[in-house]
């Protein structure tokens, strides 16, 4: 093999990314990134980059907000930031979703998240753009609000480079070296290249890669649309981030009156090969997306659309991430299966999974994310949420 690194992570999302930069900046030796296009060309670029902490679990809360402080100080420490704007996130909730809601809300300001419940009789001056019916509560989350996904992606990038560490775009890995018991290094076009460990951080792709050397991966790579419509005229619009659990749509500002919009959960889930997928979105998507957007929303109602695509999710078995080391596998750690998710908590994720590999010290709520658990039958119950991130 030509070339020995300490860690090489295969991946260059948002994921990949800042992982790749806290372990060079942590002493962890020669660091090299790999990634099959340009940074954030896959599920990240296209993600709606929603940030807010509305999960119901402790670990995801905290990761969340964890994630949320690490955005808000990304140029200083990096030296660019990441489009990262705290206005604020709403989440509108139907009455059978309220209590639950209200209780999630409760253990989330456990662990230090800012939330609170609306009263209703401000609706009308805090909401000027809701559509009120059918509506039981709304959450709001101050620190929440969204950032860029590629500017994000290409800051954690170019800080690593400066520290020193090695960056392959435009580089397909085509599979891992070893075996199931044992991975050491990786195969592209132009040969192998050795690795003390290896980080699987190719998002829906990651399944393929890990199967190459027999390393079980239970994952779906299933299609994602999304929208981006323009309104028109002066009628008040949302200023920050909307989860809309009524609807099931979400919402956030690009800026000039633009916004992403895509469908929430409840929906359909498609699976597709990640190699080979239909990149724009459907009619019939467009059409369902349009309808209940201007019924909540109406200052939506006569809005252009401006674009329209299709991305992919990596669903794991429960739809938390796969993170970290497995028992049964050397040299080898999983970074996948967002989910819809990544995206916000990717950066406290990384930061955690740095340390975990540096050190082996590791959090024991955390620990738990580890593809273990689906050989010991621990997978996570809570629901996960429900918009894109």
């Known amino acids: 093999m030509a070339k020995t690194y300490d860690v090489i992570v295969v991946g260059g999302g948002i994921s990949g990314a800042s ?15 790999i990634e099959r296009g340009a ?3 896959g599920g990240t670029g296209k993600s709606a980059a929603i940030v807010r902490q509305h999960y119901s679990t402790p670990l995801m809360a905290r990761l969340a907000k964890a994630s949320i402080d690490i955005f808000a100080a990304m140029e200083a420490e990096l030296g660019r930031g990441g489009g990262f704007a705290r206005s604020g996130y709403h989440l509108l909730l139907p ?3 309220l209590d639950a809601a209200l209780a999630n809300a409760a253990m989330q300001r456990t662990v230090g998240v800012r939330t609170e419940a609306l009263d209703r009789s401000s609706w009308i001056q805090s909401l000027p753009w809701l559509n009120q019916d059918g509506v039981a509560g709304v959450l709001f989350e101050p620190d929440g609000g969204y950032a860029d996904p590629v500017a994000s992606t290409e800051a954690y990038i170019a800080a690593f480079e400066r520290a020193g560490g090695m960056v392959r ?4 890995c085509r599979a891992l070296l070893g075996d199931k018991s044992r991975v050491t290094g990786v195969l592209l076009d132009d040969g192998e290249i050795a690795a003390g460990v290896v ?8 399944k393929p890669l ?3 050397v027999g390393i079980a991966m239970q994952m779906r790579a299933v299609r994602e649309q999304d929208t981006v419509w323009e309104t028109r005229g002066d009628r008040p ?3 920050g981030s909307v989860s809309n659990a009524v609807d099931a749509i979400y919402l956030r500002p690009l800026g000039d009156r633009r916004f992403i919009v895509g469908r929430g959960f409840p929906k359909d889930y498609v699976d597709v090969d990640p190699y080979n997928y239909k990149t724009s979105a459907d009619d019939g998507f467009i059409a369902d997306v349009q309808g209940r957007l201007e019924r909540r929303f109406p200052s939506f109602v006569g809005a252009r659309l401006i674009a329209s695509y299709a991305a992919l999710y990596d669903v794991t078995a429960d739809w938390y991430p796969y993170v970290g ?3 049964n596998t050397a040299g080898y750690v999983d970074f996948c299966g967002g989910s819809g998710h990544g995206f916000k908590i990717a950066p406290a994720m990384a930061y955690e999974l740095a340390r975990w590999i540096m050190s082996g010290v590791v959090a024991d709520d955390f620990r738990q994310l580890s593809y273990d658990r689906l050989d010991k039958g621990m997978l996570f119950a809570g629901s996960y949420g429900g918009n894109r991130g």
Do not use: H
């Open 237 to 239: 619009i949302p200023g």
């Open 95 to 97: 009455p059978r979703m």
């Open 19 to 33: 992982l790749a930069y806290y372990l060079q900046t942590s002493g962890a030796g020669k660091i090299l990134l």
């Open 210 to 212: 890990a199967e190459s």
């Open 199 to 206: 980080v699987n951080a190719a998002g829906p792709w990651a």
């Open 325 to 327: 080391a497995r028992s």
């Open 39 to 41: 940074p954030a060309s």
């Open 169 to 172: 775009t435009k580089t397909s």
